[in-house]
Antibody, heavy 118, light 111 residues
Framework: QVQLQESGPGLVKPSETLSLICSVS????????WSWIRQPPGKGLEYIGY???????TYHPSLKSRVSVSLDTSKNVLSLRLTSVTAADTAVYYC????????????WGQGTMVTVSS | QSVLTQPPSVSAAPGQKVTISCSGS????????VSWYQQLPGTAPKLLIY???QRPSGIPDRFSGSKSGTSATLAITGLQTGDEAEYYC????????????FGGGTKLTVL
């Protein structure tokens, strides 16, 4: 079955760029839309952005100027890049696969904790 | 402050039924599909319901979802101790700043 695995640095300095990848195994990435979602410690879920199977992207309005999401179909890898990070970007970052007509996410990675600190 | 409003907590005894509400507006729940997630401590969210009332394979029919107007409801029957978790609703926000939105979460305690 399809599995997702996030990876990347666990610690990023303020003002630097956070880069994560999500490796997709057990299935093709090109047939689905994919998303990044984060969860600050002790808080709820926050949408970051989508990479649609059409090739287009959308982002949370509060992050739009700093974020980009891309998909490498040859490597089955979804990527996240978030620039100029601050402590407010400290969170567990998840990648997830969209299912259905709406915005349900049926498969999630285990998540990776990213701390922004000097 | 979340765009979607959920009660912070609900509780019920094992074997009972509990409902969790998710209140929004015409620009989100009113015109878009709703999904529901269960999150156990230290784990990733798990999809329980998508497209308002569809269960992914493997999700027992004790879990059901419904939507009416600008509100949605998750119902769990035959409560088990293993159902004790945080529950989130989610949908699309169709305003100018279109994006996915989630509720603030509801902690379910099985007494």
């Amino acid at each position: 079955q399809v599995q997702l695995q996030e990876s990347g640095p666990g610690l990023v300095k303020p003002s630097e760029t956070l880069s994560l990848i999500c490796s997709v195994s057990g299935g093709s990435v090109s047939s689905y839309s994919w998303s990044w979602i984060r969860q600050p410690p002790g808080k709820g879920l926050e949408y970051i952005g989508y990479f649609y199977n059409s090739g287009s992207t959308t982002y949370h309005p509060s992050l739009k100027s700093r974020v980009s999401v891309s998909l490498d179909t040859s490597k089955n890898v979804l990527s996240l890049r978030l620039t100029s990070v601050t402590a407010a970007d400290t969170a567990v970052y998840y990648c997830a696969r969209r299912v259905g007509y709406g915005d349900g996410f049926d498969i999630w990675g285990q998540g990776t904790m990213v701390t922004v600190s000097s | 402050q979340s765009v979607l409003t959920q009660p912070p907590s609900v509780s019920a005894a094992p074997g009972q039924k509990v409902t969790i509400s998710c209140s929004g507006s015409g620009s989100n729940i009113g015109n878009n599909y709703v999904s529901w997630y269960q999150q156990l401590p230290g784990t990733a969210p798990k999809l329980l319901i998508y497209d308002n009332n569809q269960r992914p394979s493997g999700i027992p029919d004790r879990f059901s979802g419904s939507k009416s107007g600008t509100s949605a409801t998750l119902a769990i029957t035959g409560l088990q101790t293993g159902d004790e978790a945080e529950y989130y609703c989610g949908t699309w926000e169709s305003s100018l700043s279109a994006h996915v939105v989630f509720g603030g979460g509801t902690k379910l305690t099985v007494l």
